[in-house]
């Protein structure tokens, strides 16, 4: 019987069970997660070689004229190391670990969870997954906040494949704005990427012109009616507040608009 317990937990059944459960659900890049992983041993004993947490999220890929989605690991937390868990045995091990910079923020269908996988030889992984709400990171929700005061709303938020910029990771998460007040009829979207650092945060604006007259219709055409623009916010300019953020973007958004 004791091998026959063996073979069905090599397979899951009868095997050692994983919960993770967080101290919170809702976090921004840069908080610290904690929780505890709970494990309850099954019908055999069972040698577990490690227990690691991954953070995961996808982004989409053109390919082909199709968009594919991928899965990606942000980073990969090692829990604890070698345990022996005896039949029916519960254990509680706590775990800390820092969300990085570049984790994306829930909006719109992206998503980011955490796998908990229990690395057990010659046996099925029993693994939990646990999603979390990412806020953005405060320095962006300051640059959101101004954004929103000139007009703008967001209209999509992507995660897509853009190696040569994703910096950690192969994607970068796009926020596309559809501009109102006095913006409207003179653009036809504001893209923005964020990438948060210690001391405060680069944004990537996408100034998106509407086609004006035969030169506009074929400067659009050929994608030349778009204006990329690199702007860094340091942390006391933050601290000044979305009035003051705001004007900045607005000159900037005004030289483009042009």
Known sequence: MAFFNRVLASIG????K????????????????????????GN????IDGIYIHLLTQYTREKDDRKITYTEALAKFMVTGSTQVQPGQELEIPFAFDLPLYTPATFDRVRVWV???????????????????????????????????????????ENEYAPR??????????????????????????????FPMNDGIE???????????????????MDADERRQLVRFSRSELERGSGYVGNRLAELINYHAR
Do not use: C, W
């Open 165 to 194: 910029m994703g910096r950690g990771v192969p994607f970068v998460q796009e926020f596309e704005f559809l501009p109102g007040g006095n913006y409207y009829g003179r653009l036809d979207e504001l893209e923005a990427v964020f």
């Open 18 to 41: 994983v919960d993770t459960r967080l101290e919170r659900s809702g976090y921004s890049p840069g908080d610290e997660v904690r929780g505890v992983v709970y494990i309850r041993g």
């Open 13 to 16: 059944i009868g095997s050692a």
């Open 203 to 221: 944004v990537l604006l996408e100034v998106d012109r509407r086609a004006r007259g035969f030169m506009g219709f074929l400067e659009e055409a």
């Open 44 to 47: 055999v004993e069972q040698q």
């Open 115 to 157: 796998k908990t996988g229990l690395d057990i030889a010659n046996a099925a992984d029993p693994g939990d997954e646990d999603y979390l709400e990412i806020l953005p990171h405060p320095a962006a929700g300051v640059v959101l906040e101004a954004i929103e005061s000139l007009g703008f709303r967001i209209h999509r938020v």
